[in-house]
């Protein structure tokens, strides 16, 4: 038989093939040590909510990665609120959470409404922003307007907005100086929200509900009528016996001379 021919080179690629996955099996082994276990958002918590526990989940992530919570604070990160929207597989940083809720403040109120379907957009979840709007009656009385620009959604409770199989529980936060009206007309469910989606806390304040009192012209033009028509009155009494003392002090000199020449 014919001897094959040998081809140094092809050994050398394979023994460098050989040497060089050896060497990154060895590497990948000791960077795997440098694993830790950080905390990752496993499903959404709107901005100003509390952070629950069965929204986070432990994942593996190098030590020189991004910025991060580790996993052993998890049960910590349950007393504190989202500061931004905090999406599915984001990696939880200081900078999303805070300590107190910048909506649950003083001045704040919490109103519960109870509403129909089609009194809210569907999927509404906590977290997001509505308008709260009054909506007349079927007699019509009034006309829609404006109470909340940009009121949180503290939750969403109860029945499916979707299939319309029963009222929806939503509270929302709105300032304390409205929530007695927005709490008489949910009472006789005048209330409806629209869904004002990547909405901010506005900075401007809410509409007035409560009209302004009027004064009624025609009561301060009769009272002043009155009184302008008894200070006529009293000066014509005046003038009247100003004129009967004139005539009675009149009277004497006049016929004293006459009696006199008579």
Known sequence: MAPRDRKPGLAALAVLLIVGG??????LVLRSGDRVSAIEISQRVGAGQPIPISALKEVQIAQDGPAFVYWSAAEEMTRYFASVDLMPGTLLNQNMI?????ELVPGKAVVGLSLKPNQMPPNLQAGQRVQVVYVPGENGDGSSRLLARSALVNSVRGGDSATGSANVTVSVVVSDSISPQVVGYAASGRIALAYLPGAKPSAQSD????PTPRTTPSVKTTGTGSTQ??????QGNQTNQNGQNNQQSQTPRNTAPANGQG
């Open 207 to 210: 509409p007035a509900t409560v």
């Open 22 to 27: 050896a060497l990154l099996t060895v590497t």
């Open 229 to 234: 028509t008894g200070q006529g009155t009293q």
């Open 98 to 102: 805070s300590e107190d809720s910048a």
